[in-house]
C-alpha cells in the first residue's frame, strides 16, 4: 500500500525554525517529483514547495514566493523520505502542512502536520 507519513510539525516562536518530514512507504522516492503544500483555516490549500525526482538531471526545486529563501526542500533517498527545512517562521506560515506525489494514475497526500508560528 502506498502512503505518505507526515511529522516535525509543533509550535513555534516568530523566527524559529522546524524541520517537517514525509516518509514514504510501498514506494520508492526517488523516482517521483514530491511537493509540499499547505493549508491554513479558511483558506485554500496552496503549494509551498517542490522537488523533482533524482532521476532527473537537473534535480530542480520550486519555491512559493512567500516562503522562497527561508525554506528548502531536500530528499533522502535512503531513508525514503523527503524534507522540508523551514526557518524563519512567520505567523502567516501557520497552517496543516502535507506532502503529495502523483503516481500512475492517482494522487497521494500525507495525513499532514501541524504548524504553528506564535509567540
Known amino acids: 500500500q502506498l502512503q505518505f507519513v507526515n511529522s516535525g510539525g509543533g509550535l513555534v516562536q516568530p523566527g524559529g525554525p522546524l524541520r517537517l518530514s514525509c516518509a514514504a512507504s510501498?514506494?520508492?522516492?526517488?523516482?517521483?517529483?514530491i511537493a509540499w503544500f499547505r493549508q491554513a483555516p479558511g483558506k485554500e490549500r496552496e503549494g509551498v514547495s517542490c522537488i523533482s525526482s533524482s532521476d532527473s538531471s537537473d534535480g530542480s526545486t520550486w519555491y512559493a514566493a512567500s516562503v522562497k529563501g527561508r525554506f528548502t526542500i531536500s530528499r533522502d533517498n535512503a531513508k525514503n523520505t523527503v524534507y522540508l527545512q523551514m526557518t524563519s517562521l512567520k505567523p502567516e506560515d501557520t497552517a496543516v502542512y502535507f506532502c503529495?506525489?502523483?503516481?500512475?494514475?492517482?494522487?497521494?497526500w500525507g495525513q499532514g502536520t501541524q504548524v504553528t508560528v506564535s509567540s
Open positions: 510501498g514506494f520508492t522516492l526517488v523516482y517521483y517529483a
Open positions: 503529495y506525489a502523483y503516481i500512475g494514475l492517482d494522487g497521494y
